[in-house]
Nanobody, 115 residues
């Protein structure tokens, strides 16, 4: 059973930082492509950042220069460092893994940016 467990969400003021973690129980984590998505109330889920098995990264335009995705294959964990956060970053953040053409999702962690 593949499990992805997110942590690190919470309340942060505008301009602040948070680091999300996603711990995976995937045996072959090192060959999985991983990503972070988010979903704000009343909106569709959107891709925030992705990292391939080789470490290539990609970001949605609204977070470029502020967010950084990274992975630690030894710990089977993917991270999302979020800096200079804005109220529009408020959403539930989900971790996704793609392995052998199957998607695996975590349960999500709430991130709220508010003063």
């Amino acid at each position: 059973q593949v499990q992805l467990v997110e942590s690190g969400g919470g309340l942060v003021q505008p301009g602040g930082s948070l680091r999300l973690s996603c711990a995976a129980s995937i045996i072959f984590f090192n060959i999985a492509d991983m990503a972070w998505y988010r979903q704000a109330p009343g909106e569709q889920r959107e891709l925030v950042a992705a990292i391939t098995r080789s470490g290539r990264t990609d970001y949605t335009d609204s977070v470029k220069g502020r967010f950084t995705i990274s992975r630690d294959n030894a710990k089977k964990t993917v991270y999302l460092q979020m800096n200079n956060m804005k109220p529009e970053d408020t959403a539930v953040y989900y971790c996704k893994g793609l392995l052998a053409q199957r998607d695996y999702w975590g349960q999500g962690t709430q991130v709220t940016v508010s003063s």
